[in-house]
């Protein structure tokens, strides 16, 4: 503030405020000069407080006086004067720039223009008009300390709230007593039933049921809870001294509530975006989803996705969509821009980029296992020391189906770190497989081979075409090394099919005379173990 040159009429008002409180009692709160103005400095707050009521909350020195010191003298004034006979007349007097406030034409404390909180956006002339109401307040009240009769009747009234919230609270329990046996009943009738095929205790009827009881054990308490609130703040404003209590309890609830109900209200625009982005999302996702379904069936067909890949295809789409989706709604979430959900966000962020580094690299396995078409659903392949049915391909891990009714489960990243065989892939029919057998020289090679493709001919579910073949895989130094490969009709039946097959050839051998045994060298034979030419094709038994 400017400094404004003294005058007349401001000496006039140093002599009447001697006149009036004595050279003692002066004090910088109740003088305001030209000089005074350009010395208001910021202070820490101090309210005034008469019978527990806040009448005024001072927030600047004045001269040397700081705000405590200045509600300290402005107590011990109200108090004095109420101690007193008083009429209670309260009045505002203009001094300076100020205003000072006066109980029956005596002064008891200045409001300076730097008390006004500057955050609330309050005005000085209503910080005046606020303080002169609460200071009627005190009187009031005051009086009513003092009158006998008043304090009866709030004794009584404060009876007559106690009795009631006794009954409500009564009738809160006897109400949820009731609901606690009717919920009883119903399970009990429920178990009842499960003799004869109903509900048995301990499923998710009997689940729902034990929620919905503790869920009304809990809101009968809530509301135990809001009445008692109730009945402290109606009895609190029945006494002088603890009014102010009881209206700060009424005014929290008042607060949280208009609190709430304005949060809700002005976050009903974004929740309605966020409403149609969701909406719109869903339609978007069940139209693709529709047209997935109709390419696994077979109806339509899309060149850049293939019928065994559409599963994990209709997954990423719909998670990249939703990603968006949420993306696109975040910022009309209710509290989106505030510090503490941005940092709630960025904690999420950290802990699932540290916490999924090995689910990423699993899910990436996934894809490109799914991608590569390596191996697909329902083929026979040979993973290291693993052999199965393929059942399903997962982003993690793949399942396998072992010919003996094992259920091997093997991670995606071992996968592609291992040798995989697929006995399906080339097969024109059925399943490929194999079987080895060792023979001695002994035993015409021609023979060998006409008995083994003999023993297929016998087994059932081994397909005629294409037709099996044996090959020679080893010339060991005691033994050739037979591999006779066919198809196998029913690749579900693979296990049911190699048994039948080794039947047969043992049976195959026996009946041609021939020994399925590999002999080992200790000493050289008395006669070279070679087939003569004249018995390169000997007779055999037929099918």
Known sequence: MEKVTKSPVVHLFFVLALCLFGAAELRADLLDSADMVGIYKPGTPAPIIVNNREIVVLRSFVFANAPQQRASAAVERIQKILSSSFVGNVTQRKYGDGQLIEIDSTPVFFLSPAD???????????????????????????????DPTLLLWALLWSGGYLIAWLVVTRLIFLLKKKIHHWINLQIAERVEQSKIGGI?????????????ERSVVTFAWIL?????????????????????????????????????????????????????IVVVTRIINRILGYVFERVQQGEYELPWVDVDTIAPTKRIITLVLWVFALAFAYPY?????????????????????????????????????????????????????????????????????????????????????????????????????????????????????????????????IAAEPAPFVSQTALDDFYVEYRLTFNIIDRTTRRVTMTALHGAIQDVFNENGQQIMSPHYEMDPNSPKIVPPGKWNPPHSSP
């Open 200 to 212: 048995v205790k301990g499923t998710a009827s009997h689940t729902i049921y034990t929620v919905v």
């Open 333 to 461: 979430l209710p509290g989106s821009s505030s510090e503490a959900f941005k940092g709630v966000s960025v904690l999420v962020g950290l802990m699932i980029s540290f916490g999924t580094t090995g689910v990423v690299g699993q899910a990436a396995s996934g894809f490109i296992l799914m991608y590569s078409r390596i191996i697909r659903i329902g083929e026979y392949v040979v993973i290291g020391e693993h052999r199965g049915t393929v059942q399903r391909i997962g982003f993690f891990n793949t399942i396998l189906t072992t010919p003996f009714r094992e259920t091997v489960t093997i991670p995606n990243s071992v996968i592609l770190s291992s040798t995989v065989v697929n006995s399906t892939r080339m097969a024109e029919t059925g399943l490929v497989a194999s079987t080895t057998v060792t023979i001695g020289y002994d035993t015409p090679w021609r023979l060998v081979h006409e008995m083994l493709i003999t023993a297929t001919q016998r087994t059932p579910g």
């Open 116 to 146: 006004v909180d500057i955050e609330s956006g309050q005005s000085h002339a209503a910080l005046v008009r606020n303080t002169i109401e609460h200071l009627r307040m005190t009187i009031t009240e005051a009086r009513e300390l003092s």
């Open 224 to 276: 135990v809870m809001i009445t008692t609130y109730v009945w402290v703040t109606v009895t609190l404003e029945r006494f002088p001294a603890t009014r102010s209590w009881g209206e700060g309890m009424a005014h929290s609830v008042l607060d949280a509530g208009s609190w709430v109900v304005t949060g809700i209200l002005s976050a009903l625009p974004g929740l309605a975006t966020v409403l149609v």
